[in-house]
């Protein structure tokens, strides 16, 4: 299953396409979701969670909103970006990211 917004893209990892360039948000960098599965969260709860702090650290301007910003700048500039996780195609916290660079995005456009 794909999800496209604009130029952004949430595919499994190694599953970017042809004209986007992969960028990974799986544990191992800053884009992942802290939150585990786990038998006292289920995954829809963790991508909750995921969405919650990340509101959090865009609303405090922190690292990761920084991250994200970086993101947008390219998008405006109109490269088109997949992010890839391992959890995809199941519901992922890849989601939540779209909607923030794309937020950040119309940010930028402003400017």
């Known amino acids: 299953m794909l999800i496209k917004s604009n130029n952004i893209?949430?595919?499994r990892i190694d599953g970017t396409p042809e004209g986007y360039t992969a960028v990974r948000i799986d544990r191992k960098t800053v884009f992942g979701n802290l939150s585990?599965?786990?038998?006292?969260?289920?995954?829809?709860?963790v991508i909750a969670k995921h969405k919650s702090d990340l509101a959090k650290d865009i609303k405090a301007k922190g690292y990761l909103y920084k991250q994200l910003r970086k993101l947008a700048k390219r998008v405006v500039a109109g490269e088109k970006l997949c992010l890839e996780c391992h959890c995809y195609p199941k519901p992922c916290h890849g989601n939540n990211l779209?909607?923030?660079?794309?937020?950040i995005a119309l940010e930028e456009r402003a400017k």
């Open 9 to 11: 893209i949430v595919r």
């Open 36 to 45: 585990r599965i786990s038998s006292t969260q289920n995954r829809t709860e």
């Open 98 to 103: 779209v909607v923030a660079i794309n937020s």
